[in-house]
């Protein structure tokens, strides 16, 4: 693939992987849906603001560690292979299966206690950074879109990727944060919580062709 279509196909996929990604119910969210009804559309903006900035991040270490370092081995990727399979099916089901809103959880908690964030972009930025979760997602991101080669090697259309990750996300933050701020608070969490639902049932969508793309690998292989 030539230069200019890998830089496009890298910063469509991003844009559209960023905005599903932001969609599951998490600490984020909930702190977006809570503090935006009170003080309004701006905070809660930064809020998401602070999220993707933390978010493109480990986007990019994902990558660099992954994609750049441990492709070089066949072993090594087709082992990425299966485990961003199986990582993607397990977010997938545990988004698709959630029944109840988790407004945080003991590994942010512990974090924001230590770094104790005043604004709102900081709200943001510690939330994701103190969540382990979204490192183990871009790196299973980076196994599975470098492997079935989605993502040219080239480190431009990696960064058209990572700019399309942060539009993207942005977007889903200005979206939630607007609804938010007009609905004055009667945006409920059960309504995030379909949305969810949504979102991992798209992963699954992913998995499955992950799973697909395995089976006719080692179906060639085996033949």
């Known amino acids: 693939m030539s230069l200019l279509p890998a830089i496009v196909q890298g910063g469509?996929?991003?844009?559209?992987?960023?905005?599903?990604?932001?969609?599951?119910?998490?600490?984020v969210n909930v702190t977006i849906i809570n503090e935006g009804a009170q003080r309004g559309f701006r905070w809660a903006v930064m809020i998401g603001f602070g999220a993707i900035v933390m978010e493109v991040i480990y986007c990019a270490v994902g990558f660099a560690g992954f994609s750049t370092l441990l492709f070089t081995s066949r072993l090594v990727k087709a082992a990425m292979e299966l485990i961003s399979f199986l990582l993607l099916l397990y977010l997938g089901l545990k988004y698709l299966a959630a029944r109840s809103v988790p407004a945080s959880n003991p590994a942010v908690e512990k974090f924001e206690e230590k770094l104790h964030p005043h604004s709102a972009?900081?709200?943001?930025?510690?939330?994701?950074?103190?969540?382990?979760?979204v490192l183990l997602f871009w790196i299973a991101v980076a196994g599975a879109f470098t492997s079935h080669e989605w993502i040219s090697p080239g480190w431009p259309a990696k960064g058209s990727f990572f700019a399309g990750v942060g539009v993207g996300g942005s977007l889903w933050f200005l979206l939630l944060s607007y609804i938010v701020s007009l609905r004055h608070g009667r945006f409920s969490t059960h309504t995030l919580l379909r949305m969810s639902?949504?979102?991992?049932?798209?992963?699954l969508c992913v998995a499955l062709i992950l799973g697909v793309r395995i089976v006719t690998l080692l179906a060639r292989r085996g033949g």
């Not at 469509?12 to 600490?27: A, E, K, S």
């Not at 972009?121 to 979760?133: A, E, H, S, W």
């Not at 639902?197 to 992963?203: D, F, N, R």
Request: with cysteine; aromatic share 8%; net charge positive.
């Open 12 to 27: 469509l996929i991003g844009l559209i992987t960023g905005f599903v990604i932001c969609i599951p119910v998490g600490p």
């Open 121 to 133: 972009f900081m709200t943001g930025f510690v939330r994701v950074l103190g969540n382990p979760i």
């Open 197 to 203: 639902q949504v979102s991992g049932a798209l992963l």
